[in-house]
């Protein structure tokens, strides 16, 4: 099948669904929404205790401005200027655009959505609707397009057409009639969420997937790939443990591969205290700058005990052996005693603070009244991602890149901060696409590479499924929170050599396998850029910062129970600078600095009616 459109959008989350609702809003109707599956994906699946939604203070006495915010953006570390003054400034109109379509997010009887503080933010500017914001955010985007655009599943992305530096279409596999479907667009743009697919200890949907290694393979540069957000989560079913369910103060325990020889080893000398899981609620993803002696040691005992073969779990059956309510922090004893939560067991007490948050894991087949919940160490959120201009275009010429996908944050990012970015990039991006008349593409010739392909991958042994196992088992290992130049060197060596002898190296059985056949691909192709940027940040010398642990011989561990590889430093950050990878060259160059002036009215107001804004 060949057709074509203005405007091809290949996702179907919150940033994808969000662009097309804008662009239908400014007069476009050439519009088609490209997918796998419409019940796929981070958007719809995804969530945790209370999914935090982060937009500037909308209630409340303490004071907040569009420049304080973009300010608390740029303070993560390598974000250019542009982007966090736009995902501040476009961060109320983005929210309330949600409100209007039904979002349930919660507001007071004078009307303020009053706020609360989430991760590396001072002020009250996150919001929630439960645990399912984003499935929430979705269903109401979806509902307000009803059936106004074009929308294609069972296509999985497997090419972008570039010519000249400009995108031309894409080409996908249609996984319900065995074909390859060519799309021609003046504007293509991927929401298809973060690269989902690279580390086997996870905690994206197993559906989401993402396709960041088809816009690398395009010419698409890469930026802050080596910036993480990690922290603990469930792995049946994938979710987030964290806010009340680290606040209920649980029982972490290991046994072996068969669920025996348990062991409460938090309480191994040196002891972690149960203030410090307490603290896990407000401070969940994994902060270097808390392993020595704050709550993100547990994330490495954790992992710790994973690497040595072991189960971690967690038991909100019984109490912490150690567990007196009375030496709790005053944090910890001033935040549960108005919850009447400082007594009971883990399970009373999440239940009594969060009844959702206990419902969600009975709903999916868990009841932690009765039984214990399996948990790692897991990779949640890139932090980087495809590098992007002021209006989300990538260094392919129409080609934008929205949400999870793109690059706008940098080492740390305030809880909540993504979802408002997914729609404050497809808001700038609909409206730079919109800037000029809409044209549909013209019909171009048929492409026939990708068959090519197969055909010479298809020789009758599978090796493709057990490749994309070992990469992300060894991304896992090597790549994630850890990270080690002895290991990272050797994979980098060995995703390149398969990506440089493709397909013969990853051959397939039969027609049935090329779904897989081009997610290898496009899974190797980003952690040949992410590795990249890894062995890069290590032979420059830079120190563990973020949600990463870098192996230092020279550092300190966190704990005598932790081996050599967890020795660290940590030292200046270079905030000021953002790495750029491109193939297998990196380079570093200052990020843009915020934005200043533009705030005397006459004058924004005659370039705003001349069009020039």
């Known amino acids: 099948m060949r057709e074509n459109f203005s405007t091809v959008i290949v996702g179907y989350g919150a940033a994808a669904l969000r662009c097309a609702d804008a662009l239908y809003r400014m007069g476009h109707r050439s519009i088609a929404m490209v997918c796998e599956r419409k019940a796929w994906g981070t958007s719809?699946?995804?969530?945790?205790?209370k999914q935090t939604y982060y937009k500037l203070q909308l209630g409340g006495s303490e004071s907040d401005s569009v420049r304080q915010m973009a300010s608390m953006l740029f303070a993560g570390g390598a974000v250019d200027g542009e982007h966090a003054m736009q995902e501040a400034a476009l961060s109320t109109e983005s929210f309330l655009h949600l409100v209007d379509l039904g979002v349930p997010f919660p507001r007071n009887r004078w009307g303020e959505y009053i706020g609360y503080r989430t991760d590396h933010d001072?002020?009250?500017?996150?919001?929630?609707?439960?645990?399912?914001?984003?499935?929430?955010?979705?269903?109401?985007?979806?509902?307000?397009?009803?059936?106004?655009?074009?929308?294609?599943?069972?296509?999985?992305?497997?090419?972008?057409?570039?010519?000249?530096?400009?995108?031309?279409?894409?080409?996908?596999?249609?996984?319900?009639v065995?074909?390859?479907?060519?799309?021609?667009?003046?504007?293509?743009?991927?929401?298809?969420?973060?690269?989902?697919?690279?580390?086997?200890?996870?905690?994206?949907?197993?559906?989401?997937?993402?396709?960041?290694?088809?816009?690398?393979?395009?010419?698409?540069?890469?930026?802050?790939?080596?910036?993480?957000?990690?922290?603990?989560?469930?792995?049946?079913?994938?979710?987030?443990?964290?806010?009340?369910y680290m606040q209920a103060i649980p029982r972490f325990v290991s046994t072996d591969a068969d669920g025996g020889g348990e062991r409460e080893f938090l309480l191994e000398e040196p002891k972690v205290s149960p203030s410090l899981v307490f603290l896990k609620g407000y401070q969940w993803p994994f902060d270097i700058e808390k392993a020595m002696e704050g709550s993100s040691?547990?994330?490495?005992?954790?992992?710790?005990?994973?690497?040595?073969?072991?189960?971690?779990?967690?038991?909100?059956?019984?109490?912490?052996?150690?567990?007196?309510?009375?030496?709790?922090?005053?944090?910890?004893?001033?935040?549960?005693?108005?919850?009447?939560?400082?007594?009971?067991?883990?399970?009373?007490?999440?239940?009594?603070?969060?009844?959702?948050?206990?419902?969600?894991?009975?709903?999916?087949?868990v009841d932690l009244e009765k039984e214990m919940l399996e948990i790692a160490l897991c990779v949640q959120h890139s932090n980087g991602g495809i590098s992007v201009d002021g209006s989300w275009m990538s260094d392919v010429r129409e080609l934008y890149v929205i949400g999870e996908?793109?690059?706008?944050?940098?080492v740390k990012r305030p809880g909540g901060s993504a979802l408002n970015a997914s729609q404050v990039g497809a808001l700038k991006a609909a409206r730079s696409i919109a800037r000029n008349p809409e044209t549909?593409?013209?019909?171009?010739?048929?492409?026939?590479?990708?068959?090519?392909?197969?055909?010479?991958?298809?020789?009758?042994?599978?090796r493709a499924c057990a490749l994309l196992g070992q990469v992300t088992q060894a991304m896992t290992q090597s790549a994630a929170v850890v990270r080690d130049k002895a290991a990272i060197e050797p994979l980098l060596k060995r995703v390149e050599s398969v990506l440089?002898?493709?397909?013969?190296?990853?051959?397939?059985?039969?027609?049935?396998?090329?779904?897989?056949?081009?997610?290898?691909?496009?899974?190797?192709?980003?952690?040949?850029?992410?590795?990249?940027?890894?062995?890069?940040?290590?032979d420059r010398g830079m120190p563990s910062r973020g949600s990463s642990l870098y192996t230092d011989s020279r550092g300190k561990k966190p704990s005598d129970l932790l081996p050599d590889s967890f020795r660290f430093q940590t030292g200046d950050v270079q905030a000021g600078l953002t790495q750029v990878v491109s193939g297998d060259e990196a380079l570093w160059r200052p990020v843009h600095p915020l934005p200043?002036?533009?705030?005397?009215?006459?004058?924004?107001w005659k370039e705003f009616r001349e069009g020039r804004v």
Not at 158 to 165: A, D, F, S
Not at 219 to 238: D, F, H, I, V, Y
Not at 522 to 529: G, H, Q, W
Request: aromatic residues 8%; contains cysteine; negative net charge.
């Open 405 to 410: 996908a793109a690059c706008t944050h940098g």
């Open 122 to 176: 001072e002020a009250k500017r996150a919001t929630s609707a439960g645990p399912y914001t984003s499935r929430f955010m979705v269903e109401a985007l979806e509902q307000a397009l009803d059936g106004k655009v074009t929308v294609l599943e069972h296509e999985q992305l497997c090419k972008i057409l570039v010519e000249g530096g400009q995108v031309k279409g894409i080409v996908c596999f249609n996984d319900q």
């Open 500 to 538: 440089g002898d493709w397909p013969k190296q990853a051959t397939i059985a039969g027609r049935e396998e090329i779904g897989l056949f081009f997610r290898l691909k496009d899974v190797l192709a980003t952690c040949r850029e992410i590795l990249v940027a890894m062995q890069d940040y290590i």
């Open 596 to 604: 200043t002036g533009d705030d005397f009215f006459e004058v924004v």
């Open 44 to 49: 719809r699946n995804t969530g945790s205790d």
């Open 440 to 462: 549909v593409a013209e019909m171009g010739p048929e492409d026939t590479s990708l068959e090519r392909e197969v055909v010479m991958a298809m020789t009758g042994e599978d």
């Open 178 to 244: 065995g074909q390859f479907d060519t799309f021609y667009a003046t504007h293509v743009v991927l929401a298809t969420g973060g690269p989902a697919h690279c580390f086997e200890s996870s905690v994206y949907p197993a559906s989401q997937h993402g396709a960041s290694g088809i816009a690398y393979l395009a010419g698409c540069r890469g930026r802050n790939l080596t910036e993480w957000q990690q922290g603990l989560a469930s792995l049946r079913p994938r979710w987030n443990v964290s806010g009340t």
């Open 297 to 365: 040691l547990i994330d490495l005992l954790v992992a710790n005990e994973i690497r040595k073969g072991r189960k971690v779990w967690l038991d909100y059956r019984t109490n912490p052996s150690d567990l007196d309510f009375n030496a709790l922090s005053s944090e910890a004893r001033e935040y549960l005693a108005p919850a009447g939560a400082l007594s009971g067991t883990p399970i009373q007490r999440l239940r009594k603070m969060n009844e959702p948050a206990y419902q969600f894991y009975k709903d999916h087949g």
